[in-house]
């Protein structure tokens, strides 16, 4: 067994086995609560420049299948957890965890206190690290550790945005929990063929956001990040989408005139960093939380109802609720920390969440966003 190390900017080191890909990779270390998901949570774009630990202790143990994928390969610098089983056990499963790991270079580390480091990381926050089977000098990595890029500042987007424009058609597969997306596809006239069209920004979409789009009877084309307002308009589509995607949405200032530029044009909805990008082009100011939001049980406050649901959630940043004007009103609030977690224009057709509406892994409390809009503000549906 290959031994490997994990070592953070603070000096603490850990000392465990390989079990992904040999190699050395730097990131953010952060924590995920979720019980499973590992692989979607591995090919989620949002963790590119991340280390992830899982905080569950047995991680792999139905396997990899490349139905539940949500992009084209794993985007996680590292992937650390107390135990990988290495015999998997699913109907569905098309290779074991490691293997797919070493398939995609991606390091990944077993046999350490994940208890220990997901504590560390709680008191301390987010901490920079570095995992490698190659350099065993607990030192030297110490030193790469605090050396290395952070995520504050820094463009990751353009690692994961599309190169070039492509229309998606795969929906969710038929039978599964629409709950009021689908409700919005029984509507009279509304059809794949004769639903809204939406542009989707692609910051580091998720496959999940696109068949959720589909699955309430949108025609979806997504583009790359640094689509102008200009040639999204020449498109002429009836919903622009802003996706999720990694790191800091300062990062990306070419992105926000852009956005500016559709407001009041379409309606324009966000999710996690497009919710953060839609909060700077109306004004807002965004923040690094401690040590981040990433799991599938945090519970979301509906402002306007007082209903409260299980969200799935992977953001490092926030937008800063006392920095909304007043054209700008909170809709969704985090009961565990107060946090921002939706918002919504006063006047324009405009609003968006932070959390994961399209929940995958998690729970689906609150797929009925996508539905909800959609008929609150696509008035444009074709009969």
């Known amino acids: 067994m290959t031994k490997a190390l994990l070592a953070l900017e603070d000096g603490t080191v850990f000392e465990g086995r390989s079990f992904g890909a040999p190699g050395e990779r730097a990131g953010e270390v952060v924590f995920n609560t979720s019980m499973t998901?590992?692989?979607?949570?591995?090919?989620?774009?949002?963790?590119?420049?991340?280390?992830?630990?899982m905080t569950y202790p047995?991680?792999?143990?139905?396997?990899?299948?490349?139905?539940?994928?949500?992009?084209?390969?794993?985007?996680?610098?590292?992937?650390?957890?107390?135990?990988?089983?290495?015999?998997?056990?699913?109907?569905?499963?098309?290779?074991?965890?490691?293997?797919?790991?070493?398939?995609?270079?991606?390091?990944?580390?077993?046999?350490?206190?994940?208890?220990?480091?997901?504590?560390?990381?709680?008191?301390?926050?987010?901490?920079?690290?570095?995992?490698s089977t190659e350099d065993l000098d607990a030192e030297s990595l110490v030193e790469k550790a605090r050396s290395s890029s952070g995520l504050v500042g820094r463009d990751l987007v353009k690692d994961v945005t599309a190169a070039e424009p492509y229309e998606w058609t795969e929906a969710i597969p038929e039978g599964a929990d629409l709950t009021e997306a689908g409700k919005f596809l029984q509507q009279p006239g509304v059809s794949i063929e004769s639903g809204p069209r939406v542009v989707v920004y692609d910051f580091g979409v998720k496959r999940n956001i696109l068949r959720m789009l589909r699955a309430c009877g949108c025609s979806v084309e997504v583009v790359p990040a640094s689509t102008t307002a200009e040639a999204v308009k020449a498109r002429e589509p009836d919903l622009v989408f802003l996706s999720n995607g990694p790191g800091d949405p300062e990062g990306v200032p070419y992105v926000i005139p852009e956005i500016r530029k559709l407001l009041g044009w379409r309606p324009v909805f966000g999710i996690c960093f497009g919710h953060q990008l839609l909060g700077l082009a109306l004004g807002a100011r965004t923040y690094k939380l401690k040590f981040g939001h990433h799991g599938a049980n945090h519970p979301v406050k509906d402002v306007a109802t007082g209903k409260v649901e299980i969200t799935s959630q992977n953001h490092g940043f926030c937008v800063d609720v006392k920095s909304l004007g007043d054209a700008v009103e909170a809709t969704h609030v985090n009961l565990n920390d107060g946090t921002l977690e939706g918002m919504k224009h006063r006047r324009l057709p405009v609003a968006s969440v932070q959390y994961h509406p399209e929940a995958s892994p998690g729970p689906h409390d609150s797929r009925y966003i996508f539905g909800r809009f959609l008929k609150e503000h696509v008035s444009t549906v074709k009969a």
């Open 37 to 53: 998901g590992y692989q979607e949570i591995l090919t989620d774009p949002s963790y590119k420049g991340q280390i992830v630990t």
């Open 58 to 131: 047995l991680i792999g143990n139905y396997g990899v299948n490349l139905a539940d994928v949500e992009s084209w390969q794993p985007h996680v610098e590292g992937f650390v957890v107390k135990e990988a089983a290495r015999l998997h056990s699913n109907w569905r499963a098309s290779q074991p965890l490691g293997e797919y790991l070493r398939e995609h270079g991606i390091p990944a580390i077993e046999g350490i206190d994940t208890r220990k480091l997901t504590k560390l990381l709680r008191t301390e926050g987010a901490l920079k690290g570095v995992l």
